[in-house]
């Protein structure tokens, strides 16, 4: 039988794609992937024999059509998605397809943009006294977030916010965040994370939309909201010298 792997090709650059997820791609016998995502360079460990379909293209019905012809085979089939497949990758449909066909599958997980991003800014996200919070969320767009996750919902905790798949609405991001965000709030927009072409355009909630519109942005860059960007922060207790924890004990 065939078996399906669902594999997080990470933000782009392709030494940040796992081992796990590597050594599936180069014994692959079928190959789907996110074309308009994902770097194409990946495609170079795939062996040769392996057909190779670019899923940006295609319907959900024309890529399980794909997978359902090598159901009864012992085909290896490598799913690739952009970042992480378990943040707006679109695969529990495809994992529930698989359910129901009994076709045996598997998650490879990757690095998500917003981890690449906070390497790239030499930045934590999570800084004591500042945000312990890290939302994941995007604005309503032709695919509708549910009301109770609306953007000005969310910002009334004022933690750390990675903002996806709206840079084109981000006029609307911003007046939706200002309702509880302060404006000189720092913003840090990322596009292209960890490709050579990486560029990072920074500014406040205040100035942010009038930075990308004189930078002209590419689609989809990733944006980065909070307090922690500015980096004034307590230190954390983990090494402090008068906190102990199970493996370490003052004497």
Known sequence: ??????????????????????????????????????NKNILKLAKKSAYIYDSSGMTLDAILDIIRKEKATAQIIARIHSGDPSLYGAIQEQMDWCEKQKIDYEVIP??????????????????????????????????????????????????????????????????????????DTAVVVIERVSYPDERIIKGTLKNIAKKLKEAKYKPQPLIIVGDVLIKKYRKSKLYAQDFEHGFRHNI
């Not at 650059?13 to 180069?26: P, Y």
């Not at 934590?124 to 695919?143: D, H, K, M, W």
């Open 1 to 38: 039988m065939a078996k399906v792997y669902f594999i997080g090709a990470g933000p782009g650059d392709i030494e940040l794609l796992t081992i796990k997820a590597s050594k599936i791609i180069k014994i692959a016998d079928i190959v789907i992937y996110a074309g308009s995502l994902v």
């Open 110 to 183: 990757g690095i998500s943009s917003y981890q690449a991003a906070a390497a790239c800014l030499k930045q934590e996200f999570t800084l004591p006294g500042v945000s312990q919070t890290v939302i994941l969320t995007r604005i309503s767009g032709r695919t509708q977030v549910p009301a109770k996750e609306d953007l000005s919902v969310l910002a009334k905790s004022k933690s750390t916010m990675a903002i996806f798949l709206s840079i084109s609405m981000i006029d609307k991001v911003v007046e939706k965040l200002t309702k509880s965000y302060p404006v």
